[in-house]
């Protein structure tokens, strides 16, 4: 495993799910402000959580390319586009039942003044599922150029 890989691949990646979270509205998807989220989880709602929520995220991408990576360096599977993209589908599921988990602690969302990505019905798990396939899409394109 290539550890320089699996940090710019990690960080790639995150940069597209993450501008396609932010841009969704523009492509009649909701709206998920992930940073705010993951942030509010542990500091109150404002800059200061979408700064730690957006760190959090970017390390969660790092994490989750890194798993990508221990199971390419298996050699079961190659490192192609299309395992980026269904590893992506399997990423989307995790992340859908970690949301599930996490939504109900969240004392933003319980407040109203954060909306549950969960509440956004299917087209909210169509962008999520999307989101993730990209993610993993970047993932295997980057990391496929250090191993």
Do not use: C
């Not at 992340?95 to 109900?104: D, N």
């Amino acid at each position: 495993m290539d550890l320089t890989g699996v940090v710019v691949a990690g960080i790639a990646g995150t940069v597209v799910i993450t501008t396609l979270m932010y841009s969704a509205p523009m492509m009649s998807m909701p709206r998920v402000d992930i940073a705010q989220l993951m942030g509010s989880m542990v500091v109150p709602l404002g800059g200061s959580a979408f700064a730690v929520g957006l760190m959090a995220h970017f390390v969660m991408g790092v994490i989750f390319a890194a798993i990508y990576a221990a199971v390419w360096a298996s050699d079961s599977i190659p490192v192609t586009w299309w395992s980026g993209l269904i590893f992506g589908v399997v990423h989307s599921m995790v992340a859908a039942v970690g949301m599930w988990l996490m939504m109900p602690m969240n004392r933003e969302v319980k407040a109203g003044r954060l909306e549950s990505p969960l509440a956004a019905g299917p087209r909210g798990m169509v962008g999520m599922l999307t989101g993730h396939m990209f993610f993993g899409l970047v993932l295997a394109l980057v990391y496929g150029v250090f191993i």
